[in-house]
């Protein structure tokens, strides 16, 4: 059974920065792709970042580019999200998710797992 559980989130000023974590465990990762997704209140599930388990490439939407980094540590079975610079637009509640593919997908349907979330509140 595939667990994702997400960690780190909480409330931080413009300009801030916080670490979310994920914790995956119920299989191997290798040859998957790991991503995170966020949703504010009355809005879509939007993508954030993907990495892939095997190489690390990575990718970003252009809303994150440059203020985020997503990576992953191999042996603790951990994907992490540094954000920096946020705003308060990067409120939301953060997903983890992997699909069981090695495509670098950006879609949330493409993502066959799922955490329960974690809040991130940028005041401003």
């Known amino acids: 059974q595939v667990q994702l559980v997400e960690s780190g989130g909480g409330l931080v000023q413009a300009g801030g920065s916080l670490r979310l974590s994920c914790a995956a465990s119920?299989?191997?990762?290798?040859?998957?792709?790991m991503g995170w997704f966020r949703q504010a209140p009355g809005k879509e599930r939007e993508f954030v970042a993907a990495?892939?388990?095997?190489?690390?490439?990575?990718y970003y939407a252009d809303s994150v580019k440059g203020r985020f980094t997503i990576s992953r540590d191999n042996v603790k079975n951990m994907v992490y999200l540094q954000m920096n610079s946020l705003k308060p637009e990067d409120t939301a509640v953060y997903y983890c998710?992997?699909?069981?593919?090695?495509?670098?997908?950006?879609?949330?349907?493409?993502?066959?797992?799922w955490g329960q979330g974690t809040q991130v509140t940028v005041s401003s």
């Open positions: 998710a992997v699909a069981l593919t090695s495509r670098m997908v950006v879609t949330a349907l493409e993502y066959d797992y």
């Open positions: 990495i892939r388990w095997s190489g690390g490439s990575t």
């Open positions: 119920g299989r191997t990762f290798s040859g998957n792709t």
